[in-house]
């Protein structure tokens, strides 16, 4: 009998508030509805980390920049950095958020999508355009999102090399 992988909420915003990882349980549990699968705090090859990067049966890839608050979202200048590593781009924000900000030309709304989540769904508030990457940086996203994945699950199945795969 196969156990189900755990989602490793020790990975997931461990340091974060926890209505980040409310809103990332919603957008997860979005994208599964839409077989995207997701994986958290995933570090990209510029040294940038996305909030969430997922992957859909096409092997189309999506990066979720998540904010908890207008500071945060006003303060932040490095998510065009993550443009290059992804297929689509979204913004993911609790209920209640000022959606305002994102109509602005800094946060350059025909770029990125919007998503509203809560801790039990999420919904499509702007759909992300597609901006294919090129084909042998979709390979390496690729790549390194499997490699990511699968070191998790070694965590999940042996704790003692959990310490190892920490931070992939």
Same mark, same amino acid.
């Given at each position: 009998?196969?156990?189900?992988?755990?989602?490793?909420?020790?990975?997931? $915003?461990?340091?974060? @508030?926890?209505?980040?990882?409310?809103?990332?349980?919603?957008?997860?549990?979005? $994208? $599964?509805?839409?077989?995207?699968?997701?994986?958290?705090?995933?570090?990209? %090859?510029?040294?940038?980390?996305?909030?969430?990067?997922?992957?859909? @049966?096409?092997?189309?890839?999506?990066?979720?920049?998540?904010?908890?608050?207008?500071?945060?979202?006003?303060?932040?200048?490095?998510?065009?950095?993550?443009?290059?590593?992804?297929?689509?781009?979204?913004?993911?924000? %609790?209920?209640?958020?000022?959606?305002? %900000? $994102?109509?602005?030309?800094?946060?350059?709304?025909?770029?990125?999508?919007?998503?509203?989540?809560?801790?039990?769904?999420?919904?499509?508030?702007?759909?992300?355009?597609?901006?294919?990457?090129? %084909?042998?940086?979709?390979?390496?996203?690729?790549?390194?999102?499997?490699?990511?994945?699968?070191?998790?699950?070694?965590?999940?199945?042996?704790?003692?090399?959990?310490?190892?795969?920490?931070?992939?």
């Amino acid at each position: 009998m196969a156990a189900r992988p755990s989602l490793q909420p020790e990975l997931c $915003f461990a340091d974060a @508030p926890p209505v980040a990882r409310d809103v990332a349980r919603g957008v997860t549990r979005l $994208f $599964f509805n839409q077989e995207l699968f997701a994986l958290c705090e995933v570090p990209l %090859p510029n040294g940038r980390r996305a909030d969430m990067m997922a992957i859909d @049966p096409a092997g189309l890839i999506t990066i979720v920049e998540i904010k908890v608050s207008r500071a945060d979202l006003m303060g932040d200048c490095k998510w065009v950095e993550y443009l290059g590593y992804c297929d689509r781009f979204y913004w993911a924000v %609790p209920a209640g958020f000022d959606l305002a %900000p $994102f109509e602005l030309p800094g946060f350059q709304p025909q770029l990125c999508g919007l998503i509203v989540a809560d801790r039990y769904d999420a919904a499509m508030v702007r759909e992300a355009p597609l901006r294919k990457l090129a %084909p042998a940086r979709r390979k390496a996203e690729t790549l390194r999102f499997a490699r990511r994945a699968a070191r998790r699950l070694v965590g999940d199945l042996d704790p003692a090399l959990a310490s190892f795969v920490q931070a992939g």
